[in-house]
């Protein structure tokens, strides 16, 4: 698939999710839902960060960690714990506005609307990190 393609393609799913969780706060005039976008938005954030830091590592005989950054079951503490937030961070972005609506400070439709738009939100956030994550390949032929 071309690369614009994606790109327009996972500009309107995000487009999709955002618009579900205004429209459950604006359909219903409450905007206590609207914190789910930014609940959403910061939870592949511990993730991208500890992943950005192991690979930054030299991996020399006096920095040298036995974790394996390339092998998913040996992942190191630092990782293990962005795994701990992220994992926080998107329960945390169905909790709030399911007690939201346990409080009946928001109703069924907004409740429904809002997750389902984080979840889109966050799901369209992973799916762009999974499409453009691809290692440089090497340019044999210039020997770069």
Request: proline fraction near 4%; include cysteine; charged fraction near 10%.
């Amino acid at each position: 698939m071309n690369p614009l393609n994606k790109i327009i393609f996972l500009s309107a799913f995000l487009a999709s999710g955002f618009l579900l969780i205004l429209l459950s706060c604006a359909l219903y005039s409450n905007y206590k839902p609207l914190w789910v976008i930014a609940i959403f938005l910061s939870a592949p954030l511990p993730n991208i960060l500890a992943n950005a830091i192991e690979n930054s590592r030299d991996n020399n005989f006096l920095t040298f960690n036995d974790y394996g950054t390339s092998n998913e079951g040996n992942a190191s503490p630092l990782q293990e714990f962005a795994r701990f937030t992220t994992g926080v961070l998107i329960i945390s972005g169905i909790a709030l506005p399911w007690s939201l609506y346990h409080c009946n400070l928001i109703g069924l439709e907004s409740f429904i609307l809002s997750v389902t738009g984080g979840l889109i939100v966050y799901s369209d956030i992973i799916i762009f990190i999974w499409f453009f994550n691809k290692e440089e390949e090497e340019n044999d032929e210039f020997n770069f």
